[in-house]
């Protein structure tokens, strides 16, 4: 039997965790396999009951610090009331409102309507209501951005932007700080909400993929204590527990705390999948004075699955029809084990009433262990040869930052100013033996399975990559009456010691670019902004795939140029942003000699709408949609005037939420998802088809014994349609099928 929640976090606590991960410096070791639960809702509700059984002396603590009149009221009358809003300045702002803050990187933090680029934040409550486990199923309103593989594979929460695929070490970032991101599939159950910006962001965040940056956003002490568990359940026996309390102690509240624990183990959707994950956050304040806080928070996770097999198609072959996304292809013994910590430590000074200074440091690594299958398609009737590789892979940051924001006068000048420096190394190691060995042959409509358990990664591991970045920063916002000038600038150094093998001589590489932005905004009424902006950017290079000729070989780094115009509105009962873009951005691919080159220059440019209307109290409707034209420019014979590889023409999105006004706390939701189709390799010789896939839901919000109950049901993919998945050139993964979710949650 497995163990349960609570004994897991008994058995192996984050430090734990730490002590045992195994060293960049050591051999790699494999995990155990993923044990199966024996009485899977006996084993919750022991779970469920021991975790609550230890917190609610918290409660009952914290409820005597409470309103106790309130209190008394409610447990009076008997009445079902959905909880109290409480009116401060920090909870006024709807989780949909442009003028909610996000962050920008090195330009501070600013309300999305004051900023000069595209900003999709997604708060916790969405989150919460689409029951949403994984990246992709969090931002997939967002029309302008596309899940590029499934959860259950080894490069999961990869997502692309506008067409532009993020770069997984440098694109995802945890409050604003450098994150592992390859092979990690954050647990969000951990975040306050997530942020999507659109388009290149080498000032704000340095190097990274013209496609933006995905920002997680850490939950935070409460003022008043909370205590919350939930219990979900999905297609075909994914169970999922989650415990969530916060809260302020010591004198005056200056100590505040923010504790999450949730696992999650099952087989997904008829054995096409499993999962077994346990993850621990725990962030802590400390308000030493009333002008400075120190912060420090923690994370960890181990995440063990099996599923996502890549399907590696061949413009020698057509595509292969889509199959269904409850199909079992993986062998047996296959797997992807990955464990991520994260730690930062926070210092704020306020230094005057307008000026703040910020120093953090951050350390987070991923250790990936996998064994996977890869079937390359050898026919046009869906016959395949079947790859299984095993590998271990270690991620190692280290990130320190100080900055300092501030305003001041000149005349009739506003001046917004955020000064900065930044230092980053980046530690990668791998097995030295990594197999790649064919076990046979199979066809997609009728696979066959074989046996992974002879094939394993040897030989210790070697360092394969070591990057340094370092960085000083400075941005001005200039603003007279309605209008604001932004101009700010980074240097870096960048600085990349590589090596191809094990025996292989070191390949190194130093740039030292300059990256500006320029913006120009104009605000008539504080709830309207037009934009303009330019922007420069600098990522690393791709690394060529195993199946070209020069295997492995690492490209030197790609510069980007981005120019962008939009308009934002939040007019309160509705809001409205639309943008035109083009990126242009150093080419790479494969050439008709099986070479992966950088070579020219792609070109995507484009527009995006998006808006949220309450049509009635009770009726909310969002939408959005963008237009892509991408091209390869000035490349090889073959690819030149071709379709970027990966970019939708079109992708649209909707969703409607009804709140029944009859049944208090009770609301409906609908969903429509319009993936675009999308060439799969850089001559375009093949194509993948567009899907629209539909999603539906049910909440209710009422009390029982005067606790706040909340039950939900979600359906993904309500017709089961059949889709591919793109995901790099020539790869494609299966898409998800239908799949129910239930989940109910309490509140004390």
């Not at 797997?335 to 987070?364: C, H, N």
Request: proline share 3%; with cysteine.
């Amino acid at each position: 039997m497995r163990h349960d929640l609570s004994q897991r976090l008994t058995h192996r606590s984050p430090a734990a965790a730490s002590a045992s991960t195994t060293s960049h410096t050591k051999h790699a070791k494999r995990s155990a396999p993923m044990s199966l639960p024996t009485s899977a809702l006996y084993a919750r509700l022991v779970a469920a009951g021991l975790c609550l059984a230890g917190l609610l002396p918290l409660a009952a603590q914290a409820q005597a610090k409470a309103d106790a009149a309130a209190t008394t009221s409610v447990a009076a009358t008997g009445e079902t009331m959905l909880p109290e809003v409480n009116v401060s300045a920090s909870q006024i702002v709807s989780p949909t409102s442009l003028k909610r803050s996000a962050s920008a990187g090195a330009l501070g933090d600013h309300a999305e309507i004051d900023t000069p680029f595209s900003i999709k934040s997604v708060s916790g409550e969405e989150i919460e209501d689409r029951q949403a486990n994984i990246l992709s199923e969090a931002v997939k309103y967002d029309a302008s951005v596309t899940s590029i593989s499934t959860s259950y594979s080894t490069h999961p929460a990869t997502l692309a932007v506008r067409g532009l695929p993020l770069d997984d070490l440098n694109g995802y970032k945890i409050d604003g700080l450098a994150s592992v991101n390859r092979g990690v599939e954050m647990p969000l159950e951990m975040f306050d909400r997530i942020e999507v910006l659109k388009g290149l962001t080498g000032f704000m965040y340095g190097f990274g993929s013209p496609g933006g940056i995905v920002n997680y956003v850490t939950k935070r002490a409460t003022e008043q204590f909370t205590l919350s568990y939930d219990q979900g359940w999905s297609e075909d026996g994914v169970w999922k527990e989650h415990i969530d309390t916060g809260g302020r102690f010591g004198k005056d509240d200056r100590f505040g705390y923010r504790f999450n624990a949730v696992h999650e183990e099952g087989n997904a959707a008829a054995d096409s999948a499993k999962i077994n994950r346990t993850s621990v956050g725990l962030g802590l304040d400390a308000r030493l004075t009333n002008d400075l806080t120190v912060t420090l928070d923690t994370m960890w996770q181990e995440r063990r699955t099996s599923g996502g097999v890549d399907i590696i198609t061949s413009p020698k072959y057509l595509v292969p029809g889509p199959i269904s996304g409850r199909s079992k292809l993986y062998s047996n013994g296959s797997y992807t084990d990955v464990t991520y910590k994260m730690a930062t430590l926070g210092v704020q000074y306020k230094i005057a009433p307008e000026w703040v200074a910020k120093v953090a440091y951050r350390y987070s690594d991923s250790v990936r262990q996998y064994k996977k299958d890869q079937y390359y398609i050898s026919s046009n009737k869906g016959d395949y040869s079947d790859r299984i590789s095993a590998e271990y892979h270690s991620y190692e940051f280290d990130e320190v930052q100080a900055t300092v924001e501030g305003k001041f006068n000149t005349g009739p000048l506003t001046h917004e100013v955020v000064l900065g420096a930044s230092n980053l190394v980046l530690l990668s190691n791998k097995s030295v033996n990594t197999p790649k060995v064919v076990v046979g042959n199979g066809n997609l409509y009728s696979p066959t399975i074989y046996s992974a358990n002879n094939i394993n990664f040897s030989g210790g591991t070697y360092g394969d990559d070591k990057l340094t970045q370092r960085a000083i920063f400075a941005s001005d916002r200039i603003s007279y009456g309605s209008w604001s000038l932004l101009a700010g600038v980074r240097y870096q150094t960048y600085d990349e010691i590589a090596h191809a093998s094990a025996t292989a001589a070191a390949t190194t590489y130093h740039a030292s670019p300059v990256t500006p932005t320029v913006a120009l905004m104009y605000s008539p009424r504080s709830d309207l902004t037009f934009y303009t902006s330019y922007v420069e950017s600098l990522e690393q290079g791709g690394t060529a795939d195993s199946t070209t000729k020069n295997a492995n070989q690492q490209m030197a780094p790609i510069k980007s140029h981005q120019y962008e115009v939009g308009v934002k509105t939040d007019q309160g009962r509705w809001r409205a942003t639309a943008a035109l873009f083009r990126v242009e951005r150093g080419a790479e691919y494969v050439n008709s000699a099986n070479y992966f080159v950088q070579d020219g220059k792609v070109r995507y440019q484009g527009f995006e709408l998006g808006g949220s209307v309450d049509v009635l109290r009770s009726l909310t409707l969002d939408a959005s949609v963008m237009g892509l034209d991408s091209k390869y420019v000035n490349a090889a014979a073959g690819v030149n005037g071709k379709r970027a590889v990966g970019a939708p023409n079109w992708q649209a999105a909707f969703q409607a939420t009804w709140r029944v006004p009859a049944v208090q706390g009770l609301y409906f939701q609908f969903g429509v998802r319009y993936l675009g189709g999308m060439a799969i390799d850089s001559g375009n010789v093949n194509y993948i088809n567009p899907s629209a896939l539909l999603d539906a839901g049910v909440g209710y919000r009422t009390r029982v014994y005067g606790k706040l109950v909340t039950l939900r049901a979600n359906v993904t993919n309500l017709t089961d349609r059949r889709y591919w998945s793109y995901y790099q050139e020539n790869y494609l993964q299966v898409g998800a099928p239908r799949t129910l979710s239930l989940n109910a949650r309490i509140d004390f």
